[in-house]
């Protein structure tokens, strides 16, 4: 059992930044990929960021690319969500995931059926 821990939500005006954090007890972690997605009242959940197991593969959704950066540090079995030129577009329950497919890589890590663990998720909102 991998448990998944978001923080770091809250509120922000438009324009500004916000960091998340992600915390998940694995004892494997670097050998697991890791996402973000969000999920706004009344629409599906959204591809926000991922990252392979080495952090050396990144992907963005197209809604946040060039304004929100991913990073992991494997040694704290943490990963972080740098949120910049936030937009009311962006708020939403943000939430982090675990795929336990060792070594997991490529465009899967966009599609929320990769992961196997999820946190409880963390507000976001951005006020205009």
């Known amino acids: 059992q991998v448990q998944v821990v978001e923080s770091g939500g809250g509120l922000v005006q438009s324009g500004g930044s916000l960091k998340l954090s992600c915390a998940a007890s694995?004892?494997?972690?670097?050998?697991?990929?890791m996402g973000w997605f969000r999920q706004a009242p009344g629409k599906e959940r959204e591809f926000v960021a991922a990252s392979d197991w080495g952090g050396a593969n990144i992907y963005y959704g197209d809604s946040v690319k060039g304004r929100f950066t991913i990073s992991r540090e494997n040694g704290k079995n943490a990963m972080t969500l740098q949120m910049n030129s936030l937009k009311s577009d962006d708020t939403a329950i943000y939430y982090c995931?675990?795929?336990?497919?060792?070594?997991?890589?490529?465009?899967?890590?966009?599609?929320?059926?990769?992961?196997?663990?999820w946190g409880q998720g963390t507000q976001v909102t951005v006020s205009s």
């Open positions: 694995a004892p494997t972690f670097n050998m697991y990929a």
């Open positions: 995931a675990v795929d336990i497919l060792a070594y997991a890589t490529g465009e899967r890590l966009s599609f929320s059926s990769a992961y196997d663990y």
